[in-house]
Protein backbone atom coordinates (compact mmCIF):
# COMPACT_ATOMS: atom_id res chain seq x y z
CA UNK A 1 0.00 0.00 0.00
CA UNK A 2 2.35 2.22 1.00
CA UNK A 3 4.46 1.82 -2.68
CA UNK A 4 1.46 2.91 -4.60
CA UNK A 5 1.52 6.54 -3.99
CA UNK A 6 4.58 7.09 -5.77
CA UNK A 7 3.80 5.34 -8.18
CA UNK A 8 0.84 7.44 -8.62
CA UNK A 9 2.51 10.43 -8.54
CA UNK A 10 4.88 9.77 -11.30
CA UNK A 11 1.90 8.93 -13.56
CA UNK A 12 -0.07 12.42 -12.19
CA UNK A 13 2.99 14.51 -13.21
CA UNK A 14 3.56 13.27 -16.96
CA UNK A 15 0.17 13.54 -17.45
CA UNK A 16 -0.06 16.99 -16.22
CA UNK A 17 3.07 17.81 -18.15
CA UNK A 18 1.73 16.53 -21.14
CA UNK A 19 -1.44 18.38 -20.78
CA UNK A 20 0.63 21.52 -19.61
CA UNK A 21 2.69 21.20 -23.02
CA UNK A 22 -0.40 20.82 -25.27
CA UNK A 23 -1.68 23.66 -23.67
CA UNK A 24 1.10 26.05 -24.31
CA UNK A 25 1.46 24.35 -27.98
CA UNK A 26 -1.92 25.46 -28.95
CA UNK A 27 -1.77 29.20 -27.57
CA UNK A 28 1.32 29.58 -29.13
CA UNK A 29 -0.06 28.03 -32.48
CA UNK A 30 -3.26 30.79 -32.15
CA UNK A 31 -0.77 33.51 -32.02
CA UNK A 32 1.62 32.66 -34.74
CA UNK A 33 -1.37 31.86 -37.07
CA UNK A 34 -2.60 35.36 -36.19
CA UNK A 35 0.50 37.12 -36.76
CA UNK A 36 1.00 35.41 -40.37
CA UNK A 37 -2.55 36.35 -41.31
CA UNK A 38 -2.37 39.89 -40.35
CA UNK A 39 -1.61 42.92 -42.70
CA UNK A 40 2.12 44.32 -42.15
CA UNK A 41 1.38 47.85 -41.73
CA UNK A 42 -1.22 47.32 -39.18
CA UNK A 43 1.83 46.78 -36.90
CA UNK A 44 3.75 50.00 -37.52
CA UNK A 45 0.54 51.55 -37.19
CA UNK A 46 0.06 50.56 -33.58
CA UNK A 47 3.61 51.22 -32.93
CA UNK A 48 5.22 47.63 -31.96
CA UNK A 49 7.81 45.58 -33.43
CA UNK A 50 7.36 45.08 -37.34
CA UNK A 51 5.59 41.93 -38.50
CA UNK A 52 8.49 39.76 -39.62
CA UNK A 53 9.77 40.26 -36.41
CA UNK A 54 6.86 39.20 -34.28
CA UNK A 55 6.77 36.08 -36.96
CA UNK A 56 10.30 35.14 -35.82
CA UNK A 57 9.96 35.54 -32.19
CA UNK A 58 6.57 33.42 -31.88
CA UNK A 59 8.29 30.60 -34.73
CA UNK A 60 11.40 30.08 -33.01
CA UNK A 61 9.90 30.27 -29.62
CA UNK A 62 7.42 27.24 -31.37
CA UNK A 63 10.09 25.23 -32.86
CA UNK A 64 12.40 25.54 -29.48
CA UNK A 65 9.49 24.32 -27.58
CA UNK A 66 9.39 21.01 -29.66
CA UNK A 67 12.78 20.93 -29.38
CA UNK A 68 13.76 20.62 -26.21
CA UNK A 69 9.76 19.57 -24.88
CA UNK A 70 8.89 20.06 -21.64
CA UNK A 71 6.69 22.25 -20.68
CA UNK A 72 8.14 24.46 -17.75
CA UNK A 73 11.54 24.85 -19.86
CA UNK A 74 12.46 28.09 -20.22
CA UNK A 75 12.00 28.45 -23.80
CA UNK A 76 8.71 27.50 -23.52
CA UNK A 77 8.18 29.62 -20.90
CA UNK A 78 9.74 32.92 -23.15
CA UNK A 79 6.80 31.12 -25.98
CA UNK A 80 3.76 31.14 -24.01
CA UNK A 81 5.15 34.56 -22.44
CA UNK A 82 5.65 35.98 -25.98
CA UNK A 83 2.32 34.44 -26.95
CA UNK A 84 0.47 35.73 -24.49
CA UNK A 85 1.83 39.52 -24.91
CA UNK A 86 0.97 39.32 -28.58
CA UNK A 87 -2.15 37.84 -27.87
CA UNK A 88 -3.47 40.91 -25.52
CA UNK A 89 -1.32 43.45 -26.44
CA UNK A 90 -0.57 43.49 -30.08
CA UNK A 91 -4.14 41.93 -31.45
CA UNK A 92 -6.10 44.11 -29.24
CA UNK A 93 -4.34 47.14 -31.16
CA UNK A 94 -4.71 45.23 -34.46
CA UNK A 95 -8.97 44.64 -33.90
CA UNK A 96 -8.96 48.18 -32.83
CA UNK A 97 -7.04 49.66 -35.73
CA UNK A 98 -9.52 47.64 -38.18
CA UNK A 99 -12.40 48.41 -36.08
CA UNK A 100 -12.88 45.02 -34.87
CA UNK A 101 -14.17 43.66 -38.41
CA UNK A 102 -12.71 40.67 -39.80
CA UNK A 103 -12.72 36.83 -38.74
CA UNK A 104 -10.04 37.18 -35.70
Do not use: E
Request: charged share 10%.
Amino acid sequence: MGYSAPIFYGYAVSYLNLAILIMSMVVQIVALIHCVTQRGDGFQAIGTLPKGAWVAILAGCLILTLLIGGPLRLFALIGIAAALIYLLDVRRGLKDLSDGTGFW
